[in-house]
Nanobody, 115 residues
Framework: QVRLVESGGGLVQPGGSLRLSCVVSGSSISTYAMAWYRQVPGKQRAFVVSITSNGGTNYATSVKGRFTISRDNAENTVYLQMNNLKPDDTAVYYC?????????WGQGTQVTVSS
């Protein structure tokens, strides 16, 4: 069974940075495109950024230039470096496959941007 475990969230002031990690167990991610998604209460989960097996990336307009996705296939881990965070980035962040999130969702990691 494939399991997704996200971590690295927390409370940060506007303009601050966080680095999220997503460790995948039960299956190699080396041939998968992976993505980060986020969800705020009362809204649907939204796409943030994806990375192909070859390292190609696609960013939502709202995070372009501030967020960077990367992957370490040897560690079966996907990362999300988030810089210049804004209050609108507050959400629970999840990782999953792309373009369709076919895996069972993990618990996510809460990111709160507030002064």
């Amino acid at each position: 069974q494939v399991r997704l475990v996200e971590s690295g969230g927390g409370l940060v002031q506007p303009g601050g940075s966080l680095r999220l990690s997503c460790v995948v167990s039960g299956s190699s991610i080396s041939t998968y495109a992976m993505a980060w998604y986020r969800q705020v209460p009362g809204k649907q989960r939204a796409f943030v950024v994806s990375i192909t097996s070859n390292g190609g990336t696609n960013y939502a307009t709202s995070v372009k230039g501030r967020f960077t996705i990367s992957r370490d296939n040897a560690e079966n881990t996907v990362y999300l470096q988030m810089n210049n965070l804004k209050p609108d980035d507050t959400a629970v962040y999840y990782c999953n496959r792309a373009p369709s999130p076919l895996l069972t969702w993990g618990q996510g990691t809460q990111v709160t941007v507030s002064s």
